[in-house]
């Protein structure tokens, strides 16, 4: 059974402040993504990583893929209200026929 | 932006009515999928589809069936529900030969 484990488990922070969110498995994954759910809603994909080392940036957002593929991060630069919420790493592993593995996801909250 | 769909958005019913959660999507996706999650925990599939006439149990045992009679639609139903089956259920998509999956917004549902 592949496991992803995300940590922190829960993270306030206050606005302005820089924060990463760790997603790591001892299993390789052929893709990762990322997705932020809010409250009463489904997830929103944020990004898919393909390849060992990748970084990807998304405004302030930058999701690094480990070289081994089995790890990644996400990085926020200047934290803003809204982007609290739910964000979940989700993982493609081969011979999973395209299933996702997800993590337990970390709960951020940014305080004004 | 994923065009996938959930009815209803809320549900509350008392114990031994029988529903159907409904999910469309119109992006021509071949994969479908449905997962269980309790407000701030972890996703759980409970069914997944890779084509018409296609269905298949996933990792969390559940008393709901699926059918998928057509490609863009992928309904759940609950022939008698209970208290223990109040939860989130999200639908989801995906292509063939990506992992990426895209979410419907979810349908709240409390069974008294």
């Known amino acids: 059974t592949q496991l992803l484990e995300q940590s922190p488990q829960f993270l306030s922070i206050q606005e302005g402040e820089n924060l990463t969110v760790y997603c790591n498995s001892s299993s390789v994954f052929s893709s990762l993504q990322w997705y932020r759910q809010e409250p009463g809603e489904g997830p929103v994909l944020l990004v898919t990583?393909?390849?060992?080392?990748e970084v990807k940036k998304l405004k302030r957002l930058t999701f690094q893929f480990g070289d081994a593929r089995k790890d990644s991060s996400l990085h926020i630069t200047a934290a803003q209200p809204g982007d609290t919420g739910l964000y979940l790493c989700a993982g493609v592993s081969r011979g999973s026929n395209y299933k996702l593995t997800f993590g337990k996801g970390t709960l951020l909250t940014v305080n004004p | 932006e994923a065009d996938i769909y959930q009815t209803p958005r809320y549900l509350v019913i008392g114990t031994g009515k029988k529903i159907t959660l409904e999910c469309s999507q119109t992006?021509?996706?071949?994969?479908m999928y449905w997962y269980q999650q309790d407000p701030g925990m972890e996703l759980h599939l409970i069914h997944y589809?890779?084509?018409?006439?296609?269905?298949e149990k996933g990792d969390l045992s559940s008393e709901s069936t699926v059918s998928r009679i057509r490609t863009e639609h992928f309904p759940l139903t609950l022939e008698s529900a209970r208290p223990s089956h109040t939860s989130q259920y999200l639908c989801?998509?995906?292509?063939?030969?990506?992992?990426?999956?895209?979410f419907g917004p979810g349908t709240r549902l409390l069974v008294l």
């Open positions: 992006m021509g996706h071949d994969k």
């Open positions: 989801a998509s995906s292509v063939s030969s990506q992992g990426t999956q895209y």
């Open positions: 990583v393909v390849t060992g080392g």
């Open positions: 589809s890779y084509g018409v006439n296609s269905t």
